[in-house]
């Protein structure tokens, strides 16, 4: 069937409305807007070098508590688990032998003085020769020395405290034999305050502190040594301070770490020996340190970490870093990153180096640091 001429200029005039109508929304389409980014602008701030390495509490002193004479146990003077002080009688041995042994000294010292002290009268008459009140005279001294012996035999029947602190439990009862060489300790005292805990650092570690605290990089944290700060077993902090003492003088051939002593006040007795811990030990403060949020941090395929970084001209940069570890949030910059610059944290999907951007203060980022990049957007 034949379409009459109308109706074929009626549909030709359709079909030329259309491509008109595509014609004009294409050339009223708007151009390709300049992507936004949210930025935090970096600052040197203060920074307290910390490493958290595990410890075990040792105590201050120990002494193991050991008869010095043989005897039979009379009584038990302490209870177990409770503070003692130094000079503090712990033991009762039976002295019966000794305050006999002690009389009989005492008896032959009275015998061998007078007989030294006549010959010294009857020397001068001659009535004696001098080898007789010489041998007299020695007598009189290895009774002296027998006397002492039979006192200090004597005052060991009181085992005493030998020094201050927490007295564990008991291996020997009333009744029970000991002796003087005997290697069983009759119980254990251990100083609880001060206290030290035993932690492990690499060497490694300690040779780049020490060199960044050659370098002036690092501040010490004190005169009195560097700072340690515990976590206990259950996650709580210790709520003393403590200093470092003292390290080992060799590194531990099969784990290469060196064992770092630090002296703890505990006078309510929290850290027991035994006891692990985490320490965070502070040994220096950067003066100047780069802290970057980890949210503009990556790493590419070789694990380098990098930062996309706005320009001056409002272009992205990418920036390889060296970053030794993180604080909190963020990471610790030692190289890649400086003073003003404004390191993208939000949008990171949407641009790429070299392409211009537009800029505003990151939101995903601390208030703290989004306060910088704000004040540093409003400059612009």
């Known amino acids: 069937m034949k379409l009459k001429p109308c109706v074929t200029t009626v549909v030709a005039a359709a079909a030329l409305a259309c491509l008109l109508s595509g014609c004009n929304k294409e050339a009223a389409a708007p151009a390709q807007q300049t992507?936004?980014?949210g930025v935090v602008t970096l600052h040197p701030q203060p920074y307290a070098l910390t490493s958290e390495v595990p410890g075990r509490v040792t105590a201050f002193r120990v002494a193991e508590v050991r008869p010095q004479v043989d005897g039979v146990i009379l009584k038990r003077l302490?209870?177990?688990g409770t503070d003692v002080k130094a000079g503090e009688q712990l033991y009762q041995i039976d002295p019966s032998v000794?305050?006999?042994?002690?009389?009989?000294a005492k008896a032959s010292l009275a015998s061998a003085k007078s007989l030294a002290d006549r010959y010294k009268q009857l020397i001068a008459e001659q009535a004696v020769s001098r080898q007789e009140y010489d041998n007299a005279r020695s007598t009189e001294?290895?009774?002296?020395a027998a006397l002492m012996t039979a006192q200090i035999n004597m005052r060991y029947t009181k085992v005493l405290a030998p020094i201050d602190g927490r007295i564990g439990r008991s291996s020997v009862t009333e009744g029970a034999l000991v002796t003087s060489a005997q290697t069983t300790a009759m119980a254990t005292i251990q100083q609880l305050d001060p206290i030290y805990v035993d932690v492990t650092e690499s060497s490694a570690n300690l040779l780049k502190l020490r060199k960044a605290l050659a370098s002036g990089q690092l501040?010490?944290?004190?005169?009195?040594?560097?700072k340690v700060k515990l976590t206990l077993e259950d996650g709580?902090?210790?709520n003393q301070d403590g200093t470092l003492e003292f390290s080992e003088v060799s590194v531990d051939e099969s784990t290469g770490s060196v064992t770092l002593r630090a002296k703890f006040p505990n006078p309510d007795h929290t850290l027991l020996p035994g006891m692990f811990v985490h320490a965070q030990l502070q040994a220096g403060i950067a003066s100047t340190a780069i802290l970057a949020p980890q949210q503009g941090v990556t790493h590419d395929l070789k694990g380098t970490p990098t930062a996309l970084v706005v320009n001056a001209d409002n272009k992205v940069e990418l920036r390889e870093l060296k970053a030794s570890r993180t604080v909190g949030t963020d990471?610790?910059?030692e190289d890649g990153l400086h003073d003003g610059d404004r390191v993208i944290t939000e949008g990171l999907q949407y641009v790429k180096p070299g392409e211009t951007v537009k800029v505003s203060a990151a939101s995903n980022v601390a208030p703290a640091a989004n306060a910088q990049a704000?004040?540093?957007?409003?400059g612009e």
Not at 98 to 104: C, D, R, V, W
Not at 141 to 144: A, K, P, T
Request: hydrophobic fraction near 45%.
């Open 98 to 104: 000794y305050e006999a042994t002690l009389a009989s």
């Open 78 to 80: 302490f209870k177990e």
């Open 331 to 333: 990471w610790l910059i």
């Open 219 to 226: 501040q010490k944290a004190g005169d009195n040594g560097a």
């Open 35 to 37: 992507p936004e980014v």
């Open 236 to 238: 709580s902090a210790f």
């Open 141 to 144: 001294l290895q009774d002296q």
């Open 374 to 378: 704000s004040v540093a957007a409003k």
